[in-house]
């Protein structure tokens, strides 16, 4: 099994930046995918990035591409996501997640059986 802890959430200001890590622990993620999810509150889970972690290839949701960057380091078992001019929008749980290779295309939360267990990011106008 693998655990996963995010951090790097805080208060930022319509513009900014901020940087989320999920470092994880326990077995490899050589056989999974990996993903940021969000959800902000009266609002269902959505996706946000996904990434093979074999391979590297990423992909993003259409509210994010052009802001938002998912990246990892293998040696250090570290998923990033770097979230360029937040919009209040954003505001959200960020959640990261491991799953099958199905994941990495679906962008379902079904498809991801492991989950960290979140980080807030506030984004003020």
């Known amino acids: 099994q693998v655990q996963l802890v995010e951090s790097g959430g805080g208060l930022v200001q319509a513009g900014g930046s901020l940087r989320l890590s999920c470092a994880a622990s326990?077995?490899?993620?050589?056989?999974?995918?990996m993903a940021w999810f969000r959800q902000a509150p009266g609002k269902e889970r959505e996706f946000v990035a996904s990434?093979?972690?074999?391979?590297?290839?990423?992909r993003h949701a259409d509210s994010v591409k052009g802001r938002f960057t998912i990246s990892k380091d293998n040696a250090k078992n570290t998923l990033y996501l770097q979230m360029n001019s937040l919009k209040p929008e954003d505001t959200a749980v960020y959640y990261c997640?491991?799953?099958?290779?199905?994941?990495?295309?679906?962008?379902?939360?079904?498809?991801?059986?492991?989950w960290g267990q979140g980080t807030q990011v506030t984004v003020s106008s």
């Open positions: 326990g077995r490899t993620f050589s056989r999974y995918a």
């Open positions: 990434i093979r972690w074999i391979g590297g290839s990423i």
């Open positions: 997640a491991a799953g099958g290779a199905a994941g990495y295309f679906s962008g379902n939360g079904y498809d991801y059986d492991q």
